[in-house]
């Protein structure tokens, strides 16, 4: 069973900065393709940035320069450093997870194929 828990979301400001981590656990976590995505009321999910197991990343152009994933493959926690907030960034934010992916960057663009997902954290930038 594998089992995604999000935390270190919160309330900020605009330009601000919050770090989340995704602790992951029943799996081998240093095989796991993973990725951050993100909800907003009444908008679909979109990824916000995807990494390979070997370190590899991507990043949508929304989080290009604010945002980067990063894994810890001895602790196995997923991290997002956002810096640079602005208030479009509110949403409730998931960590998923995969036992492999052909493109990191397919898996992106379509958070369907994920097939292990965390409760979500919620961020919420104020202007």
């Known amino acids: 069973q594998v089992e995604l828990v999000e935390s270190g979301g919160g309330s900020v400001q605009a330009g601000g900065s919050l770090r989340l981590s995704c602790v992951i656990s029943?799996?081998?976590?240093?095989?796991?393709?993973m990725g951050w995505f993100r909800q907003a009321p009444g908008k679909e999910r979109e990824g916000v940035a995807t990494?390979?197991?070997?370190?590899?990343?991507r990043t949508a152009d929304s989080a290009k320069g604010r945002f980067a994933i990063s894994r810890d493959n001895i602790k196995e926690i997923l991290y997002l450093q956002m810096n640079s907030l602005k208030p479009e960034d509110t949403a409730m934010y998931y960590c998923?997870?995969?036992?492999?992916?052909?493109?990191?960057?397919?898996?992106?663009?379509?958070?369907?194929?994920?097939?292990?997902w965390g409760q979500g954290t919620q961020v919420t930038v104020s202007s």
């Open positions: 029943g799996g081998i976590f240093s095989n796991f393709c």
């Open positions: 990494i390979s197991p070997a370190g590899a990343t």
């Open positions: 998923a997870a995969r036992s492999w992916c052909a493109s990191i960057q397919q898996a992106l663009q379509s958070p369907t194929i994920f097939n292990y």
